[in-house]
């Protein structure tokens, strides 16, 4: 953990400071000093850079923010995703910075590292650094992607050697206090033939909570591995959220990834999924609700790059109040890929007028022998099915939460961890307010 600085901007000053404390390898500094001087160089994005026209981050003042000073740890917020899950190891961090973690005896004999980010590099730094320079996540791509690649502080890694097969759950937690700043960076690999699945959660101390999350995932699955990853966005409804997110699915290899977004103020996320080996697999899962006046945007991005590979994305948003969300997605066919089958999905339920749904479903095919679908609905609550419940003695809230649970169900159904399905449906159903409120 590094010390505890006196320059909190993301300033010049500061990063010198920064760089200085924390005692890193020559490698990963020059990896930070690239990505510095490409975060200087950029402007903040605007509503006339069309991946941003629909997301206006005026409001955001980015001076702000700055690099955190230290822990000021109170007691956690309960990890929903934990509940009454026999876990093979556990992490947290606090506003950036680490919390002891754990990793069962039984895993850890076999090779596998699974901790903090910090102490990793310390004691595995040369196993590490090939994944940190495949450089998954483009940290030229814009300027919170160069942000976190040059100032992350705190993060969680897995690494699952060949042929070990983990079939306990892994989980970390992030944590941010109220204006706090939340730089997390996860780094997951899986070699040849390993299996693992690590559910991931963010959480703020109070609710109405603000603060800045810049964050970044990379998941590199190996061949014939098999990776289950879980990641619920649950901060408070101030915090500003971006995140660019990366996954490599190699040969014969599969990714279930699935994602829970019910907090901050604002979130803009990239997600990408690559499918790089022959007979390559991957299944993305997403599930939303929004209220107040949140605005969460998700690009999601199937590229297929390699031939006869499958993906399949499902996302679903529920819309409250004010709210609005933004889904673009992309399937992109490489020249080479033939034999792809992919398909993806937005459904969209408005549960007031005021509410808005953007779906922005795209298709980029150079390859000629391909099934490439997609598809997307927006639609309100049926007054005849509330009226149906209602007839037989539910109350109007209880009949609107009913049919909420009922949309997102497709997407429950897909997670093949029981106390994960339950959790994600109380954390919507406890948000779900009477449609007339």
Request: charged content about 25%; proline content about 2%; overall charge negative.
């Amino acid at each position: 953990m590094s010390a505890t600085l006196t320059n909190t901007g993301f300033t010049q000053e500061a990063f010198d400071e920064f760089l200085a404390s924390r005692n890193e390898p020559v490698w990963l500094s020059d990896l930070r000093a690239v990505a510095w001087s490409r975060y200087n160089e950029l402007d903040m994005p605007g509503r006339r850079d069309e991946e941003w026209m629909r997301t206006d981050i005026r409001l955001l003042k980015l001076d702000k923010f700055g690099f955190p000073t230290g822990s000021r740890q109170t007691e956690l917020p309960n990890a929903l995703l934990a509940e009454g899950v026999e876990l093979g190891g556990r992490g947290a961090s606090f506003d950036s910075h680490s919390l002891q973690g754990e990793l069962e005896d039984a895993w850890a004999s076999k090779g596998v590292l699974y901790g903090n980010l910090d102490d990793m590099l310390a004691e595995h730094g040369e196993r590490l650094r090939p994944y940190f320079e495949r450089k998954l996540v483009d940290p030229l791509q814009d300027k919170f992607a160069a942000l976190n690649a040059a100032c992350w502080q705190s993060g969680t890694v897995l690494f699952v050697p060949r042929g070990i097969k983990i079939d306990q759950p892994l989980h970390t937690l992030a944590v941010m206090s109220d204006g706090g700043v939340d730089l997390h960076r996860t780094l997951v690999i899986l070699e040849e033939d390993a299996e693992a699945t690590l559910l991931a959660e963010t959480a703020s101390t109070e609710t109405h909570g603000g603060g800045l999350h810049c964050g970044a995932i990379e998941l590199i699955v190996g061949k014939n591995a098999r990776l289950r990853y879980v990641n619920l966005q649950n901060w408070g409804d101030g915090v500003w959220h971006f995140a660019h997110q990366m996954a490599h699915v190699g040969q014969g290899a599969n990714l279930q990834w699935t994602i829970g977004a019910l907090g901050s103020r604002l979130a803009k996320v990239n997600q990408h999924v690559a499918l790089t080996g022959i007979d390559a697999e991957a299944q993305v899962n997403g599930a939303m609700f929004t209220q107040g006046k949140q605005h969460l945007s998700y690009n999601t991005h199937q590229h297929h790059r390699a031939a006869h590979c499958r993906s399949d994305l499902l996302y679903k948003s529920a819309l409250q109040d004010h709210s609005r969300t933004v889904w673009r997605g992309m399937i992109k066919v490489d020249k080479g890929a033939q034999r792809t089958d992919a398909y993806q999905r937005n459904d969209n339920l408005m549960l007031a007028t005021t509410a808005r749904a953007d779906s922005i479903p795209g298709l980029e095919i150079e390859a000629d022998d391909v099934r490439c679908t997609h598809g997307s609905t927006s639609g309100r609550v049926d007054d005849q099915q509330l009226f149906y419940a209602m007839t037989r003695g539910y109350t109007r809230k209880e009949a609107v939460r009913m049919i909420v649970t009922g949309f997102f169900q497709q997407v429950f159904d897909r997670i093949t961890i029981e106390s994960v399905r339950e959790a994600l449906g109380k954390a919507i159903g406890r948000r779900v307010r009477d449609l007339g409120e």
